[in-house]
């Protein structure tokens, strides 16, 4: 059942907000796409740089490296689709980042459940492959989690992090429609930041309660910054004013009064 979550659920969520938001489906796609070629070139540096490095997926500096990586890569990707792809020249908003957002964390969610199918055939059918003792009995464990567990990690996953993602598209968009690349500097340094909390919560003297207490932290914090980013883009995406002569938009620039 958790693999519906993980292989249906993304697709689910992107004809709904097709519907919703009005928005194309490509837009989905578009997003889908992009953080596939992303992935790509964050999991060949993260790779070369831990063989380089000698490090494990566990080391402090690998969990530091992926962060940087995630903020950089994911960050100016997104920038760089909404200046430069036809859908985003037109519509620069809230409707149009979260449908974005739909699709680049749909693909994440896709990688995820594949990445724990591979897990399950490797651990079932040929677990000599994994030869580190200490990561086989954490895979082993993972794949003794009982349906219900499973299920809630899956979901969590879902919607959390489309939360997430929500949140960074939002506020990479407001560079674009506001024409400020700080935005792009602030969504890169909170998703580094974002990773790099996650990457190190197995150091803490309790994980477990420290991974839950932090869903908590992102599903208050971040819904309440969303709403933010939300009335942030409402407020620059505001439609010019119409002259009440003509009935026509005024053409008049921003900042400038009239003769």
Request: hydrophobic fraction near 50%.
């Amino acid at each position: 059942m958790d693999y519906l979550v993980y292989f249906v659920g993304p697709f689910f969520l992107g004809a709904l907000g097709a519907r919703y938001l009005n928005q194309r489906f490509r837009v989905f796609f578009v997003g889908f796409l992009a953080f596939f070629l992303a992935w790509i070139v964050m999991q060949t540096i993260a790779t070369l740089a831990s063989r380089a490095l000698h490090l494990s997926e566990s080391a402090f500096l690998y969990g530091l490296i992926v962060s940087v990586l995630a903020g950089l890569v994911e960050e100016s990707t997104r920038y760089f689709v909404f200046r430069r792809f036809a859908p985003f020249k037109t519509q620069r908003d809230w409707n149009a980042s979260t449908m974005y957002a739909l699709g680049h964390h749909g693909m994440e969610v896709v990688i995820v459940g594949l990445s724990l199918l591979l897990t399950v055939l490797v651990v079932k059918y040929k677990p000599d492959a994994i030869s580190d003792p200490a990561l086989l009995r954490q895979c082993r464990a993972l794949v003794a989690l009982g349906e219900g567990t499973k299920l809630y990690s899956a979901s969590e996953r879902l919607f959390v992090g489309l939360l997430i993602h929500t949140c960074f598209s939002g506020v990479v968009m407001l560079a674009v429609a506001r024409g400020q690349v700080r935005y792009v500097f602030l969504a890169g340094l909170w998703h580094f930041a974002h990773n790099l909390v996650g990457f190190n919560l197995h150091r803490l003297p309790h994980p477990a309660l420290a991974a839950k207490a932090w869903i908590v932290v992102i599903l208050i914090g971040y819904t309440f910054l969303a709403l933010r980013i939300y009335h942030a883009l409402r407020k620059t995406a505001t439609p010019p004013p119409v002259s009440p002569a003509a009935g026509q938009p005024s053409k008049m620039l921003p900042g400038r009064c009239p003769d």
